[in-house]
């Protein structure tokens, strides 16, 4: 157990994140303290803390990019950018989207082909509200955007499509 010098609190030391160059290993301050004062210091000046990183990566190039290179082939990469894709873009947390997968049988929700093994569904939205509809193939996506969302169009299409096959 431990004592943290800024909340005061008694703390099992698995609280406090390690320090060599302390007497018992371990902050002062408990990992909540801790974050906290990052959080605010960051806040106040936030160009300060990317300086300091970006000053980082110049004088340890080579570490830097070998982290970098394991960060990316272990696949953590590509689904840290899909999650934050999906939630910029969406709002949609990794859950919602395999949740929404799952309700559409895994297909889409048009044509009802699977998705290809190397593109996923893609996330549809009412571009007037920005309310998620569904989860489109590339092909329906795009033949929806190009008819600019329009029922009229849509049906016009339709229409034209089979008269054509007479």
């Known amino acids: ?94 859950d919602d989207y395999e949740r929404m997968l799952k309700a559409q049988g895994g297909r889409c929700a048009i044509c009802r082909q699977p998705p290809n093994s190397k593109i996923s569904l893609h996330v549809d939205h009412d571009h007037r509200t920005g309310r998620v509809r569904g989860l489109l193939c590339f092909t329906c996506n795009n033949g929806l955007g190009q008819l600019q969302d329009s029922p009229v169009l849509l049906r016009k299409a339709a229409a034209y499509v089979e008269a054509g096959r007479g």
Do not use: H
């Open 1 to 94: 157990m431990k004592r943290c010098k800024k909340c005061g609190a008694t703390k099992p030391v698995e609280e406090f994140y390690r320090a060599a160059d302390t007497r018992d290993g371990r902050r002062g301050d408990c990992i909540r303290c801790f974050s906290a004062a990052r959080k605010a210091r960051n806040a106040a000046n936030p160009e300060a803390n990317r300086a300091r990183a970006r000053a980082w990566r110049l004088e340890n190039a080579e570490q830097y990019w070998e982290t970098k290179r394991r960060y990316i082939a272990s696949g953590l990469k590509a689904v840290a950018d899909r999650r934050s894709y999906l939630k910029r873009s969406a709002g949609l947390s990794l």
